[in-house]
């Protein structure tokens, strides 16, 4: 297969990359605007077409979109203290791409949403990932479109990688109150084996909810992490309103922070998303979530590669 990828350098369009080299012998056109991590996708494989590029902003990466079979939809602006990002990354970059699929006649599509869009919580990310699917889903293209919960694995520079990271590095490690808040979280390993799937079997015409089969509470996942990552670090809770100030003090010296206030409002947000047969719709295995962390941080070639922020 002919296969595009946008976002190819972030968390999942690495994490895909690596096993569609594993799958077979497709032709691969990898699209992403962030310099050193779309260097080093061109060190690990440097066999594939790897195109940095800031989609927001129409160019020749347009034309390197002619002739695909499929394009997997994985750019998206997850964090930021600036709405416009949000808007530029995962709005105007999404329009610029689908501008350029109708103009070769249209293409089948794997776009990668978010649960967001399903949760009670208002912010810049979940409103511009609703706004992003819908555009997508009125393109007129073939497109299937997965909606996948917190995910981590491999080349994880935010979420649980940067949690990982940093719980190593401090003497204890905070958690915002009770810790009690729900989580499903998503091996990406598994996303990208459903994704392979969609791919393969060319599926369109169709929204899945992709969430983790394992539930979980926050400050149960962060100790399962702490023994994946062989740390000592003692896991204490602080009050909400005193994580939510430190977290604003971080941001008035770090312009583009790890978490941000708005995302420790959706980690307590109390959400429950739907589960789905996945293995069975997908014929993928699913990962039990104490084999996939150790997979993600104990890995012999993987684990010890992570991409800049």
């Known amino acids: 297969m002919k296969i595009a990828i946008t976002g190819a350098a972030g968390l ?25 991590n779309t260097a080093l996708l061109r060190r690990l494989y440097p066999d594939i077409a790897v195109i940095e590029a800031d989609m927001a902003e129409p160019g020749p990466w347009q034309q390197a979109l002619l002739g695909m079979d499929s394009i997997v939809v994985a750019h998206a602006q997850i964090g930021s203290l600036d709405q416009n990002d949000f808007t530029r990354n995962n709005l105007t970059a999404t329009k610029h791409l689908l501008d350029a699929v109708a103009a070769q006649g249209g293409c089948h599509l794997v776009h990668l949403s978010s649960s967001v869009v399903n949760s009670a919580a208002v912010d ?35 979420h649980l990688g940067w949690l990982a990271r940093f719980m190593q590095r401090v003497p204890v490690f905070p958690i915002p109150g009770d810790g009690r808040y729900l989580r499903q979280p998503l091996y990406a390993g598994d996303l990208c084996n459903i994704i392979i799937a969609c791919l393969d079997q060319r599926l369109s015409g169709s929204v899945h909810n992709i969430s983790g089969l394992e539930r979980i509470d926050y ?70 979530l104490r084999d996939a962390l150790f997979e993600t941080f104990r890995d012999p070639h993987y684990a010890q590669i992570s991409l800049e922020f």
Not at 12 to 36: T, Y
Not at 234 to 253: E, G, M, T
Not at 258 to 278: G, H, M, N
């Open 12 to 36: 999942i369009g690495q994490n895909l990359i690596a096993r569609l080299k594993q799958d077979g012998d497709h032709s691969i056109v990898a699209i992403d605007k962030h310099s050193a």
């Open 124 to 158: 810049w990310y979940t409103e511009s990932k609703k706004a992003q699917e819908a555009m997508v889903l009125a393109s007129c293209n073939p497109v299937v479109v997965l909606r996948p919960t917190l995910m981590f694995g491999w080349f994880d520079r935010k």
């Open 219 to 288: 400050i149960d996942l962060m100790r399962l992490v702490r023994e994946a990552v062989q740390a000592k670090t003692p896991i204490v809770k602080i009050p909400y309103a005193l994580f939510w100030l430190l977290l604003r003090s971080y941001a008035l010296v770090n312009k583009n922070p790890p978490f941000t206030t708005q995302q420790l409002r959706a980690l307590v947000t109390p959400d429950v998303f739907e589960v789905i047969d996945w293995p069975t719709i997908f014929g993928v295995r699913a990962t039990k």
